[in-house]
């Protein structure tokens, strides 16, 4: 009850906050450093040009231009609504709108060059609940920059409310964003890109399977043949749910790689808000055999909780993490060879298809997998 009191009281607290507005500064890019990111969204375009909770039907496609401040520091996201300081907070320094699909083509390939992505990559992040377009933006920006996601970036910004008790509201609009989701991805191939990969947060995963289980089942093999692998950070999904919509694919996409904490609090309160007595969800399992036989990886980062800026994020948050990735990644070639590199983590596109769950423990000494389980 102690708990459930502290997160009544803490989202009483953030409700007095204004999350709606947030003012374009070009300047900020005086100070900061610049990340596009595209946005293709099912919110309704508001009278003063913003995309606020309500829902459409169709889909608005955006470049968001973000100043990352010269202050950042891995894993952390610093960001004010009214007055942001570029010098130390997110700004949001550009949006422009586009009027077709083929400009939207064009910028997303000139993107895609500027990279120098060779196998011209994009990642879809798909967000969690209570989250403005801009927030996700910044947030898509801060993992884009600290943990280097392939390719150019694309938020899928459905309907989300953007307030702490609009959790219903988004559960709603999890199920509704469905088809915007699977819209966007069949827009995106159409540009003419090799790898599509989503990587999703919270009940962002619960959208996102949803997206994969009805594209499937209409065209069996839809999600293998254009999705490149998947990512679920801190999936808010009951597990029997999970395993249902798994079940749903023909051919599972891969890599398909289920990061998850045991010391998750916002999955916990989840849990027992739900009835469930040990507090589980799919994003904070202690154990892997109830998923043991599908072909996913399940990566824990719980032993990197306690120096992350979010429990619920701590893949994109903790800075020891991401500096352990990031050498990982400075690693001569013949790492690539070991079956724990990082595409347990980070899809780049392996072909493989285990036939059941390996588990990747990671620490601070390195870490540690079952492979043959």
Not at 45 to 72: M, Y
Not at 259 to 284: C, F, H, T, W
Request: hydrophobic fraction near 40%; charged fraction near 20%.
């Amino acid at each position: 009850m102690r708990i459930i009191w502290f997160l009544f009281f803490g989202l009483l607290l953030a409700t007095c906050t204004d999350r709606s507005y947030s003012p374009v500064v070009p300047s900020a890019l005086d100070v900061g450093t610049p990340k596009t990111v595209f946005a293709a969204t099912s919110r309704v375009k508001e009278a003063d040009g913003s995309f606020a909770h309500r829902r459409s039907e169709n889909l608005s496609l955006l470049e968001l231009t973000v100043s990352i401040p010269p202050s950042h520091t891995p894993g952390s996201l610093d960001f004010a609504y009214a007055n942001p300081n570029p010098h130390k907070e997110f700004t949001l320094a550009g949006r422009e709108e586009f009027v077709s699909l083929d400009a939207f083509s064009q910028r997303l390939n000139q993107e895609i060059r500027k990279e120098g992505v060779p196998s011209r990559d994009v990642t879809i992040f798909v967000h969690g609940y209570n989250s403005t377009q801009t927030e996700t933006a910044f947030r898509a920006a801060q993992l884009s920059h600290d943990i280097q996601l392939p390719g150019a970036m694309v938020i899928y910004s459905w309907p989300s409310r953007g307030k702490p008790f609009g959790y219903a509201y988004d559960y709603d609009s999890v199920l509704f964003g469905r088809d915007g989701l699977e819209r966007v991805i069949r827009k995106i191939k159409a540009t003419g890109v090799n790898n599509i990969f989503i990587v999703a947060h919270s009940i962002g995963s619960v959208l996102t399977m949803e997206m994969l289980r009805q594209a499937d089942i209409r065209e069996p093999g839809w999600a293998d043949r254009n999705l490149s692998g998947v990512v679920l950070l801190s999936p808010d999904i009951d597990v029997d749910l999970f395993k249902s919509q798994m079940g749903s694919l023909r051919k599972v996409p891969q890599p398909f790689v289920v990061v998850v904490s045991e010391k998750d609090k916002a999955l916990n309160i989840s849990g027992r808000l739900r009835g469930n007595s040990d507090a589980q969800r799919l994003g904070n399992i202690s154990s892997i055999e109830a998923v043991a036989d599908l072909p996913i990886n399940i990566v824990d980062t719980t032993a990197f909780a306690g120096d992350a800026q979010s429990s619920h994020l701590v893949a994109g948050t903790s800075p020891t993490l991401i500096a352990m990735l990031q050498s990982i990644r400075a690693m001569d070639d013949s790492f690539e060879a070991d079956p724990s590199n990082l595409d347990f983590f980070l899809p780049q596109g392996a072909d493989s298809t285990p036939d059941h769950a390996r588990e990747i423990v990671l620490n601070k000494g390195g870490f540690t997998g079952d492979y043959d389980r």
